[in-house]
């Protein structure tokens, strides 16, 4: 059973979620992995090493457009002859995935957390991560997306052959105006730990005490939805049922009441630790480890505490 991963390389570098897809992708089968944009030498060479045993580069398309990756996929499908299709679940992975599914006939497995059983059922997180499904997949053509941080990656060891890869990707509906890069040193869809404040925090003159600990932890800063209504933080640190949805391995949440839109988005993290001055806020049950207090105090003395830590050991 082949198998074909369209990773997005537009940033030149490879996500972990997308070096997770294909590894996920060679535990499956032989592993070809599509992608466009440019790919440093070093991300072509890791790819190899987490499983691909043939990279196909396409440089002619350029930008984010659904519809031409799609068509890309769809070739590379026809060229490869690969029955089973996997992308991470990113922004791409959801705009693409399903196209790829109606072009090509083929059943989809959104958001899975497993490798598919013996019989090809595909284990899935339904429900904004409140529950799973098993999701049978009849066609002969899969296509799975794989839920961020859902598996292990190891090397393999090995290493991947690179091609060019040209195919009639279609004209772009699309006209790219700007593009505004993330800022800050760690990527919050990436990252391992999560440093999150809410309203609590009254203001973002106050955001210095998140931007502390996250720092001192090595951690990206994330936000309720509110606090980037209002203006307080970016968008793109919103997290949430309409935001990212991140499962890192620890998730602070600081001045967050914890409403279920929240949770939908942050519910998959390995531990949750809240920190609130209301004893009654509904976060305190989705937590690991609460601390009922406040903000203001608690930031502060636990990045002295890591401080310490650090400067210990
Ligand atoms: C369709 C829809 C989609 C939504 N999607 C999202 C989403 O994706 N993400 C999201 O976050 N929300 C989303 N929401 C909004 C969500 O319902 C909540 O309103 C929102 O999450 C609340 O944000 P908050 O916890 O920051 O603020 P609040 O609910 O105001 O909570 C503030 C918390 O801070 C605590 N607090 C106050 N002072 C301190 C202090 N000094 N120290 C410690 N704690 C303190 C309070 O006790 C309280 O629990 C959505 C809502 C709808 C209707």
Excluded at 166 to 185: F, M, P
Aim: net charge negative; glycine share 10%.
């Amino acid at each position: 059973m082949s198998v074909l991963v369209y990773i997005d390389t537009l940033s030149g570098e490879v996500a972990k979620a997308a070096m997770e897809a294909v590894f996920y992708g060679s535990k499956i089968g032989p592993t070809t992995v599509l992608t466009n944009g440019s790919i440093s030498e070093d991300s072509l060479a890791s790819l190899g090493e987490f499983g691909a045993e043939k990279v196909l580069l396409n440089k002619a398309v350029t930008t984010n457009d659904s519809s031409q990756i799609t068509n890309l996929v769809a070739a590379a499908v026809e060229s490869t002859g690969a029955t089973t299709i996997v992308m991470p679940l990113d922004l791409t992975g959801r705009a693409v995935a399903p196209r790829v599914s109606a072009k090509l006939k083929a059943g989809l497995a959104s958001g899975a957390v497993t490798l598919p059983n013996a019989d090809g059922t595909v284990k899935v997180n339904v429900f904004s991560g409140k529950a799973f499904g098993n999701v049978a997949i009849k066609t002969d053509k899969k296509v799975i997306t794989l839920t961020p941080n859902s598996l292990q990656i190891e090397s393999t060891g090995g290493s991947a052959s690179v091609e060019e890869f040209n195919a009639d990707a279609g004209s772009s509906n699309i006209t790219v105006k700007e593009v505004r890069k993330q800022e800050g040193d760690v990527l919050l869809p990436e990252a391992e730990i999560v440093v999150s404040a809410g309203r609590g925090l009254k203001g973002p003159e106050n955001w210095g005490i998140v931007e502390d600990l996250a720092k001192s932890l090595g951690a990206a800063t994330a936000c309720s939805r509110p606090v980037a209504d209002i203006g307080w933080r970016p968008h793109h640190e919103h997290v949430g049922q309409t935001g990212v949805a991140i499962r890192p391995n620890l998730y602070i949440a600081a001045g967050i009441s914890g409403a279920i839109q929240h949770l939908a988005g942050v519910n998959g993290s390995k531990v949750i630790v809240v920190i609130n001055t209301d004893p009654e806020a509904p976060f305190f049950k989705a937590a690991d480890y609460g601390v009922v207090g406040d903000a203001f105090e608690v930031l502060p003395k636990l990045k002295e505490e890591i401080e310490k830590f650090k400067a210990q050991n």
